[in-house]
């Protein structure tokens, strides 16, 4: 099988997000980047399935980004991954949801697939949309939000649970597919010494917008950013405080009662 | 392409979500003055029945759409239904709940219609005659405000308890009852059944209260503690992801960066830190309580009450103090 994993660098969930100075996105000195951290479990999902399947299937990674996300690419290739597509262009400088899964579609088209895995969502943009637009684009189905996976043994269908509110739903679906992963689905193993050592030679084939036959930057236009805006200033912690703890509960319910209306 | 919306009304375990009345207002806001008119779709067994719930609330149409195959949901069966929809009525907007489904379906429909869709609002308004959305991004970190461009239907899924519900204004709703148009070859995955979350208690994204616990919490056991509290408002358990990670809790209920983010009215953060991957998922709570025994904690940095004390004591008294206002 061909198993594709799809990756995202994104700024690591304990950085400190800051507005830049022109107010046009945010500011990235001093913020580490990792891989998107749910995309993990997508890549996590690719490995044990590659394994499980041990048949000379191959777990190639599809990233569209910048340079530096070559850093983030070769972690996956150390956690096991076998090769990699970096989509590196400077015309796809912050590219929308639209933009990104008609790059993606045609650079997974050129490789092949079986199986898509992804994160289900970004912890940047937060938006969750590439993986169902390259699935209509892919004209394949797409089950998002999985926490478990089981692959039939002729490979044709696959059942899942996804996380919904207040439980889990089960899905049957045909493959070929893409699936977003969540939490839960597995445990995203470590790059290990020997992983790192092999990863630095596998391959990450470059392409760029032209190479991929794509002329003009697909699905631009869609919306504008009118302004960002950092989180409103919270108010003041009122410290409930007393002699007995049991006269600080009290006067606490009070004020949630009478001050915050909310009992 | 004129003014008008088509607001999705999710049908969960045979109910409407609650979210829907807060799209009707939000589709509202985005007609006011246009001239546009607003349309429902209800799909899935229970549809017909339904629409009464939200008839006479300024709809113009209800559409309801009953099939055995979109008896239980399907991307693509779901998707195919309010594909045809738009293409026939031209709405401008598709406003759903930014909920499991609503994620799921409506970039997938955008897709197909080459539309636009801005995820996980919690403002909709109208500047200028051109709509702007405010949504969260870095998981709550910052905010960002945006407006669509060109002439295409423009997705928008709202996330639950962010806009006041529509209260029922009179007016004629047409409930109008249409073939889905849905085959089973075009239903690749499908959901077969949903197993509800273990203890059957509140969503975490649906509670009106959530009582949250940390690493502090010692044992998954003591979370008994937090659902008492919880039971009192019919609300939800929560926890930190250091909880979690340490097998104190299920995550499921896991708040923050990489768990659920949350926007109740009341928040109880017990024993919990404040780590910022944390905060990012709870920091728009309307009200926020933290018991901590440590008072730097920075969970008192966006808390608006707090309590310095260990949360064995606290939490217990606090039950019984609550427990008894409410009698």
């Known amino acids: 099988m061909k198993i594709i994993v799809l990756l995202k660098r994104v700024p690591d969930t ?97 490789e092949g697939f079986d199986v898509i895995f992804c994160g289900k969502q970004a912890i940047d943009d937060d938006l969750a949309q590439v993986q169902s637009i390259l699935a209509e684009k892919l004209d394949i189905p797409q089950v998002n939000n999985a926490t478990a996976f089981e692959m039939a043994a002729d490979c044709r269908s696959a059942k899942l649970s996804r996380r919904i509110e207040g439980g889990d739903e089960k899905i049957e679906t045909s493959m070929p597919a893409i699936i977003s992963c969540d939490k839960g689905l597995n445990e995203p193993r470590y790059a290990s010494l020997p992983g790192i050592m092999k990863a630095k030679k596998k391959e990450i084939r470059k392409k760029s917008l032209a190479d991929l036959g794509i002329a003009e930057v697909p699905g631009t236009g869609r919306s504008r950013v009118l302004k960002w805006l950092p989180l409103p200033k919270g108010g003041e912690c009122r410290i409930v405080a007393a002699e007995e703890t049991v006269d600080a509960v009290r006067e606490l319910a009070r004020l949630l009662r009478e001050e915050a209306k909310v009992i | 392409m004129g003014n008008d919306v088509l607001v999705f009304g999710e049908i969960r375990g045979g109910e409407l979500k609650k979210v829907v009345r807060e799209l009707i207002s939000a589709a509202a806001t985005a007609t006011g003055g246009t001239g546009g008119a607003t349309d429902a779709v209800l799909i899935g067994a229970g549809a017909a029945s339904l629409a009464g719930k939200i008839k006479g609330f300024g709809l113009r149409k209800i559409f309801t759409v009953e099939d055995e195959l979109l008896a239980n949901y399907s991307t693509e069966g779901y998707a195919a239904v309010l594909a045809s929809l738009i293409a026939e009525n031209k709405y ?42 405010r949504r969260p991004v870095y998981s709550g970190k910052l905010f960002v405000e945006l407006s669509p461009e060109g002439d295409r239907t423009v997705f928008v899924s709202v996330r639950p308890n962010n806009i006041a519900p529509a209260a029922e204004s009179g007016g004629s709703t047409e409930i109008s009852p249409r073939p889905s148009g849905v085959t089973r070859d075009m239903i690749r ?8 979350l273990a203890g059957g208690r509140p969503d975490v994204t649906e509670a009106d209260v959530i009582v949250s616990g940390g690493r502090a919490m010692k044992e998954g056991a003591n979370f008994r503690m937090l659902e008492e509290l919880a039971d009192l408002f019919g609300g939800a358990v929560g926890a930190s992801r250091a909880a979690v990670d340490a097998g104190f809790a299920a995550q499921p209920i896991q708040v923050g960066q990489t768990g659920k983010v949350v926007n109740p009215k009341l928040y109880i953060a017990c024993g919990i830190s404040g780590a910022i991957q944390h905060l990012a998922g709870m920091r728009t709570s ?37 427990k008894t206002m409410m009698q």
């Not at chain 2, 598709?94 to 996980?120: E, H, I, N, W, Y």
């Not at chain 2, 909709?124 to 005659?129: I, P, Q, S, T």
């Open chain 2, 92 to 133: 401008r907007y598709v406003f759903m709940g930014a909920t499991a489904m609503g994620r799921d379906l409506g970039p997938r429909v955008a897709a197909r219609v080459d539309g636009v869709m801005f995820s996980d609002c919690v403002e909709v308004r109208m500047e200028g005659g051109s709509l702007v959305v």
């Open chain 1, 14 to 110: 304990e950085a400190k997000i800051l507005i830049n100075q022109e107010g046009t996105g945010i500011r990235e000195d001093g913020v580490k980047f990792v891989i998107n951290p749910h995309d993990e479990y997508g890549i996590e999902e690719g490995l044990k399935l590659r394994e499980k399947l041990a048949d000379g299937s191959k777990v190639t990674v599809v990233c569209a980004g910048p340079e530096e996300a070559t850093e983030a690419i070769r972690t996956a290739l150390a956690m096991g991954a076998d090769d990699a597509v970096h989509v590196c262009d400077p015309k796809l400088a912050d590219p929308n949801p639209f933009t990104v899964s008609e790059v993606l579609a045609k650079a997974i088209q050129a």
């Open chain 2, 286 to 322: 309307k009200v926020i309580v933290a018991i901590n025994k440590d008072p730097n904690a920075p969970i008192f940095e966006k808390a608006h009450y707090g309590i310095v004390g260990d949360l064995f004591e606290v939490v217990p008294l606090l039950t019984k103090e609550i």
């Open chain 2, 189 to 196: 995955a499908m959901a077969t059944e949903i197993v509800p």
